[in-house]
């Protein structure tokens, strides 16, 4: 048990009843600050393979490239997009087989994460960035997201993205999903939560019930596989089987023991995503 998270959940839950405004004005700051934790020893190693790129003053991404003795590109790109607490280099798993089929591949740390500049973030912020990234490089064939970096992905693509194929993994359907969950992980009551998420849609400039992908992605046809663990405990499998009906043209591939994080790296997930792109739509 983590003694000091519980009397920060404890707290909280005195907080709500007696000043529930401070108490969700103090949760909304911590939500928006996302950490940035040490880079993997396998993540070096990854930013070795790749060429670094300098997007705008504040945006950094990472671009690997199909080797030319070994492949000819097939000038499609792909881009990757992390999720919460995430960075760039973390989805490298899913790189090396994309190279080996030609595709340049492209990955964007969000704002306030990795080489990126900032302090603070949100669901659409990382939304537009994935749309600015469009604008700036061209096309992307695919756009695969995980985690908030999924969510994000099917609100751009709500937006006006265009992609030919997305691969959602262990990603949100409804970002207010997401902020009650936190609310509750932190010990807010029903009070301090709805406050909590009127804040956030007040300091990111959109209520959250307009960044839900069930409304934004109806009868979308862009092909999309959607890929979620059984077990995975930080983002619940439900908000996949949520979103699915969304989409036209999709296929929910359903895993289990992977959980949240090791997902990007499983061999049935890289295959998965592979015999995808490759295959006609």
Known sequence: MNYAFEAYRLKNRIGSVVMPKRVAKSAMKLFLAPKRFEIKDWEKEAEKKGER??????????????????????????????????????????????????YTVIAVDMPGHGHSKGQTSNAFIFAQTVQYMQEKLGHFYAVIGHSMGAGATAIAVGKGLEADKLVLISGPSSIENVLKRFSGFVGLNRHASELFVTFIGKHVGVPASELDATELLQGCNIPTLIIHDELDIEMPISESKRLAPAFNQVELFITQGFGHRKILKADEVILKISSFLSNAA
Do not use: F
Request: charged share 25%; hydrophobic share 35%; aromatic share 6%.
């Open 53 to 102: 790129i300098s997007l705008r003053h504040d945006l950094s991404a990472i671009r690997w490239s199909p080797e030319s003795e070994k492949k000819t590109s097939n000038n499609k790109q792909i881009l990757l997009v992390h999720g919460w607490e995430s960075r760039a280099t973390q989805m490298y798993g899913l790189v090396k087989e994309i190279i080996e089929q030609g």
